[in-house]
């Protein structure tokens, strides 16, 4: 059973430049978050997406924007990108159903450089 | 306003001794409590998570987590520690049944010395 997958794997972009990246959510699971983890800090949500919508957003500023495909897998979009958005990039799966207590699966990670 | 806070960035602990991570938390509503470990390049990996009924709960790994209301604390505990399970751990909170966004605190270093 695969577990959440994310692509790719590192990434280099400069500043200006627009990125996506990639997640494949567990097998059976219909709901995809995404997080931003900067280095040595806890991850910040950014979005969840059910259904094809994004069901809840975190402080976010538009330049993050996110898609949900009815396989449920999922993309994250981040245009013009600033330095600051340097970070490791987390997608997390889970069952819909009991959705507030569920636990997510995580998948390892994109980690995103902005030069 | 949601938060977690882990009040340790490091705790240090011998093989064999018992081992407490702490998390403090606040929310408006009912708390959903989680405890994810996360190993040098690889996911978060869940290990227990406190929703309603028993204040003591049991997870992965020989983990147990205490949820204290009063207090509100979800200290992560276990009785004999391994040196395997040296590790950044990080304790989460959702905020009620129609909030589906985790707050995360800055995670806890631990590291078992042989």
């Known amino acids: 059973d695969a577990g959440v997958t994310q692509s790719p794997t590192h990434l280099i972009k400069t500043r200006g430049q627009q990125v996506t990246l990639r997640c494949s959510p567990k097998?059976?699971?219909?709901?995809v978050s995404w997080y931003q983890q900067a280095l040595g800090q806890g991850p910040q949500f950014i979005f969840q997406?059910?259904?094809?919508?994004?069901?809840q957003r975190g402080n976010f500023p538009d330049r993050f924007s996110g898609h949900q495909f009815p396989n449920y897998s999922s993309e994250l979009n981040v245009n013009a990108l600033l330095l600051g958005d340097s970070a490791l990039y987390l997608c997390?799966?889970?069952?819909?159903?009991?959705?507030?207590?569920?636990?997510?699966?995580f998948g390892p990670g994109t980690r995103l450089t902005v030069l | 306003a949601q938060s977690v806070a882990q009040p340790e960035d490091q705790v240090n602990v011998a093989e064999g001794n018992p081992l407490t991570v702490k998390c403090t938390y606040s929310?408006?509503?009912?708390?959903?409590l989680f405890w994810y470990v996360q190993y040098p390049n690889r996911g978060l990996q869940f290990l227990l998570k406190?929703?309603?009924?028993d204040n003591l709960v049991k997870g992965s790994y020989g983990f147990e987590a205490e949820f204290n209301k009063s207090q509100t604390s979800f200290h992560l505990k276990k009785p004999s520690a391994l040196v395997s399970d040296s590790a950044l751990y990080f304790c989460?909170?959702?905020?009620?049944?129609?909030?589906?966004?985790?707050?995360w605190g800055a995670g806890t270093k631990l590291i078992i010395k042989p």
């Open positions: 997390a799966s889970s069952l819909e159903e009991g959705s507030s207590y569920n636990e997510q699966f």
């Open positions: 097998s059976g699971h219909d709901t």
């Open positions: 997406y059910y259904e094809e919508e994004e069901r």
């Open positions: 929310v408006s509503g009912n708390p959903y």
């Open positions: 406190y929703i309603t009924g």
């Open positions: 989460a909170v959702r905020d009620g049944d129609s909030n589906y966004q985790l707050i």
